[in-house]
Nanobody, 119 residues
Framework: QVQLVESGGGLVQPGGSLRLSCAAS????????VGWYRQAPGQQRELVAL???????DYADSVKGRFTISRDNAKNTVYLQMNSLKPEDTAVYYC?????????????WGQGTQVAVSS
């Protein structure tokens, strides 16, 4: 199993920046990819950014050029640097790990961290 703990959310003005962190523990070796998702009130959860163990990244069109996903393998942590934040970025942000262990795929979620963009 994998445990994920997010941190770094908060209230920021439009145009500001935040960096979210997702610290992983447990069966780290089984992780295939880590993604950041977000869910706004009344909306479905959506993928924001993804990074694979090979280092490939992918982003939602709405955040391309503003958000950057990265990782620090020594700290077992994945980051989401969010710049030029907009009110529509307001949501609870969740970290997700896709794992392959014992010939089975699994997904694990963190508890979420609130991001609010408002003046």
């Amino acid at each position: 199993q994998v445990q994920l703990v997010e941190s770094g959310g908060g209230l920021v003005q439009p145009g500001g920046s935040l960096r979210l962190s997702c610290a992983a523990s447990g069966s780290i070796f089984s992780i295939n990819a880590v993604g950041w998702y977000r869910q706004a009130p009344g909306q479905q959860r959506e993928l924001v950014a993804l990074i694979t163990t090979g280092g490939s990244t992918d982003y939602a069109d709405s955040v391309k050029g503003r958000f950057t996903i990265s990782r620090d393998n020594a700290k077992n942590t994945v980051y989401l640097q969010m710049n030029s934040l907009k009110p529509e970025d307001t949501a609870v942000y969740y970290c997700n790990a896709e794992t392959f262990e014992n010939n089975s795929w699994s997904r694990y979620w963190g508890q979420g961290t609130q991001v609010a963009v408002s003046s």
